[in-house]
């Protein structure tokens, strides 16, 4: 069966974020008194939570602090996450957070071949319009055919809700269409969405349980930074993840 189309996840899969975010995080906690502090490993577990805002609601369910302190500071998270967002959308700008390796070849070989490409991302618009600018250029965003916000679902990764709403928007039903991700969240609501998917893991997310995946990777690689073992390992045909070796790996699989 044919691949029509490729949906992305953004934060961890077009591009290693979340240090950024967890900066952003930490700046805003700062701008606001909060005396919080997100360390690496700590902030690599509250990623199991999807969601910048829903990350915040959880920490603060920890806190040993009053019900009333509790009640104040959840009436502060949307603002918090406002002034993270600015503090996020600078770094971007400022082009701190490029595409990991062979995301833009293979957007680029996706579109030459005819495929339609989306983004299922549970991060905000303005954190992909902003990533998109700075790495893809102005025009960035008119390579996809439908960008899928967490904002616009009720329900967020692991629910299938983004991915559904992509597949609406591509018009596509879901045998024909592949995601990528990299984490186990995201793998589970591509999956609950009936699609075949990629995953390319980073350090914050390496371990998970990623057996559902159809293909599983370190990352998609490039000529200049071609994946060790490969090909021979998980590729036959280069060094790196082709949109041809995609299409006819994943096209046979589905036959």
Not at 219 to 242: I, Y
Request: charged share 25%; hydrophobic share 45%.
């Amino acid at each position: 069966m044919s691949i029509e189309a490729l949906i992305f996840d953004v934060d961890g899969t077009m591009a290693d974020t979340e240090e950024a975010h967890r900066v952003a995080f930490n700046l805003a906690f700062e701008r606001y008194r909060l005396g919080w502090v997100w360390e690496r490993p700590e902030y690599r577990e509250l990623l199991k939570i999807t969601g910048g805002k829903e990350r915040m609601a959880s920490y603060i369910d920890t806190l040993a602090v009053s019900p009333a302190e509790r009640r104040r500071l959840s009436t502060m998270v949307a603002d918090i996450h406002a002034e993270k967002t600015r503090f996020y959308s600078s770094f971007v700008a400022d082009g701190a957070v490029p595409l990991r390796d062979g995301v833009e070849r293979l957007l680029r070989e996706a579109l030459e071949a005819g495929c339609k490409l989306a983004i299922a991302s549970t991060t905000t618009a303005v954190n992909i319009d902003v990533l998109l600018h700075a790495t893809l250029g102005p025009r960035g965003l008119d390579m996809f055919n439908a960008i899928a916000c967490g904002d616009q679902v009720r329900a967020k990764k692991p629910a299938p809700d983004i991915y559904e709403l992509a597949l609406r928007g591509l018009g596509l039903p879901a045998e024909h269409v592949v995601a990528f991700e990299d984490s186990p969240n995201g793998l589970r609501a591509a999956a609950a969405a009936g699609l075949r998917t990629v995953v390319t893991p980073t350090f914050w997310t390496e371990g998970g349980d990623f057996s559902a995946a159809a293909l599983l990777l370190p990352s998609l690689g490039d000529p200049t930074q071609p994946l060790p073992g490969e090909p021979g390992g998980r590729l036959e045909s280069a060094a790196w993840l082709g949109f041809a070796e995609l299409a006819r790996r994943l096209s046979d699989r589905a036959s």
